[in-house]
């Protein structure tokens, strides 16, 4: 084209720069404007930076971009003819858009769109190279969807949610592709104890939340522009929910349609698939909170499971009466009068009023189940049963154990202590070999190459020794509180579910971590790992002596024969 010819077209600049991956290595918007300034100096363009239209838009949906709908009714308008732009994939990545270009063209609109690579006119030949550009830059983006999707399969198949770690965790720094999510030091134990609370029943999601601020300190994890703040509510709610603490989720196959997926098992659960279901029940369908009225009054709610489908277990009030007159029994609720007989509520001469709570398997899973609901007052005394029959001990065989949990834990401190005063003189030898090479190196003993060397050993000793020293606790006590209160609760544990208060019940199965399955209107117990190493440690010792009987053993008065025989049972356990 001739400079007359130029000089009757007005020109306009495009440069658009995505944020998305498929722009991941293209020029940024001032290196497009420079670099086609240049190239329209060359041509003997007259354009300058002003008169260029930039945005950060993907151009993969059509009519999604400001900037590219203003040049284009700048030339429906006839204001300019023709558009200088760096290459074709800045203009469109869909067909529609690219459709409207040659349209344009086709009516005499436009006339021309210079690239640095090709310069495009209205001629059969350019417009199809256009389109076909643009149309390329199209399945560059499907197939880069097609790797993605496919990668994000495999990533789930692996068991690892290809996204940010939740709290709790965190995500590790390896290879691209091969990035695992690892337990965060600081926050799995806190996140862990939340998950605790709430399964027993006596915190709602709001005094959870209050916990997690004032006592355990709980932040967002920090990132770079945000994180390192209290966790809201939403937030809450949403880890509450979410299963991939239980070691599993869900995302689309390859069929779009929504499969459960298993967490890998390097990732540590903090808690387990049925706790998982639990909460859900505590919270209620789309995580509203469960009535109070049902929190307060069934404390078994929650930590019941159907033996026969798995589903859930609920609890409901039953209020019944005997008729003075006829002696049927009925549910009086909303009625004023005897079913049978007719006589009126209020005319009975001495009417004798029933309550009763039932648990029951609420069906959701399976809706023709066929398990029987159980009186509560039967779900006491079995539970009561249990607990009397393998954990109940005396108040003094409770003393000695705790006695001797005492002992053992000053012999574990004494150790620790042993322990930790040899590595720390290790660490102090290692220190000073260092300081030795530094002086060594100063007097040209050793080249600068045998010093890097020893200083990479030192240096891979001294974080052995850091990591030793670390992972000497250094006198924690909390699992021996735990201990100690297990022993103390095995004393009334009996007596507490048959004549206990609600809040002692859950107080109590919360200690015990102890959930229930009901089947054939009987009820299954099972007990986290401590207080079953102490049923398991009782049950060996009446194993080794029949006459050994954990919940009358008297032994403050020194060691009796029986008593003698299994405390070396005892003290293995």
Avoid at 11 to 32: N, T
Avoid at 75 to 92: C, F, K
Avoid at 357 to 381: A, F, L, M, W
Avoid at 509 to 535: A, M
């Amino acid at each position: 084209m001739n400079n007359q010819h130029q000089a009757k077209i007005n020109y306009k600049g495009y440069a658009r720069k995505s944020s998305e991956a498929e722009d991941k290595q293209v020029l940024s918007i001032p290196s497009q404007v420079a670099d086609d300034i240049k190239f329209s100096l060359l041509r003997n363009i007259k354009v300058g930076e002003t008169d260029f239209l930039t945005e950060e838009k993907s151009a993969k949906t059509p009519h999604g971009r400001p900037a590219f709908e203003t040049l284009v009714k700048s030339i429906e308008g006839g204001e300019i003819q023709g558009i200088i732009t760096w290459h074709p994939n800045r203009l469109s990545r869909n067909p529609i858009d690219a459709a409207r270009l040659v349209d344009l063209m086709d009516r005499g609109k436009l006339i021309e769109i210079a690239t640095q690579q090709q310069t495009f006119r209205n001629t059969p030949n350019d417009k199809f190279i256009f389109a076909l550009l643009c149309l390329q830059a199209k399945m560059e983006n499907d197939n880069k969807s097609i790797d993605v999707k496919r990668g994000l399969r495999k990533k789930y198949e692996m068991g690892f949610p290809p996204s940010l770690a939740k709290p709790g965790y965190i995500n590790d720094c390896g290879e691209k592709g091969k990035r695992k999510w690892l337990p965060d030091t600081k926050l799995f134990s806190p996140v862990k104890q939340l998950f605790e609370l709430f399964l027993t029943g006596q915190y709602s999601v709001r005094k959870l939340l209050r916990y997690s601020d004032e006592v355990l300190g709980i932040k967002t994890i920090q990132r770079k522009k945000e994180g390192g703040k209290p966790i809201k509510l939403s937030q809450l709610y949403s880890m509450l929910e979410d299963p991939l603490y239980a070691g599993f989720f869900y995302a689309n196959d390859e069929n779009g349609e929504q499969k459960r997926y298993e967490v890998n098992e390097s990732v540590p659960r903090m808690i387990t698939e049925e706790h998982y279901w639990q909460i859900q029940t505590l919270l209620g369908r789309k995580g509203r909170p469960c009535p109070s009225v049902n929190k307060r009054s069934f404390a078994y709610v929650g930590r019941t499971k159907c033996g026969t489908c798995g589903g859930a277990v609920t609890a409901e009030h039953k209020h019944q009466l005997i008729c003075s007159n006829c002696k049927k029994k009925f549910s009086y609720q909303n009625k004023t009068n005897c079913p049978y007989c007719g006589i009126k509520i209020e005319d009975m001469e001495n009417p004798k009023y029933l309550h009763y709570i039932y648990y029951h398997c609420t069906k959701r899973r399976t809706p023709d189940c066929p398990e029987g609901s159980i009186q509560e007052k039967y779900v006491n005394e079995s539970v009561a049963s249990y607990f009397e029959n393998n954990l109940k001990i005396s108040s003094s065989l409770k003393d000695w154990c705790i006695n001797h949990l005492d002992e053992l834990e000053k012999n574990d401190r004494q150790n620790e202590f042993e322990r930790r005063a040899v590595w720390e003189i290790e660490k102090e030898k290692k220190e000073n070999e260092y300081k030795e090479y530094i002086v060594m190196k100063g007097k040209k003993l050793i080249d600068d190459d045998e010093f890097l060397t020893l200083k990479a050993s030192i240096k891979a000793d001294l974080e052995k020794i850091e990591k030793t020293l670390s992972g000497i606790s250094g006198g924690d006590t909390s699992a021996l509180e735990r201990a100690k209160h297990a022993f103390s609760l095995a004393v009334g544990v009996a007596e507490t579910f048959r004549n206990g208060s609600f809040d002692e019940k859950t107080g109590a199965l919360s200690d015990l971590g102890s959930n229930l399955t009901l089947k054939d209107k009987k009820l299954e117990i099972s007990s986290k790992k401590l207080i079953s190493i102490i049923i398991n440690g009782l049950l060996e010792a009446k194993t080794q002596n029949r006459a050994f009987e954990p919940a009358k053993i008297e032994v403050n008065k020194g060691k009796t024969e029986v008593f003698a025989s299994v405390c070396p049972t005892l003290l293995r356990g």
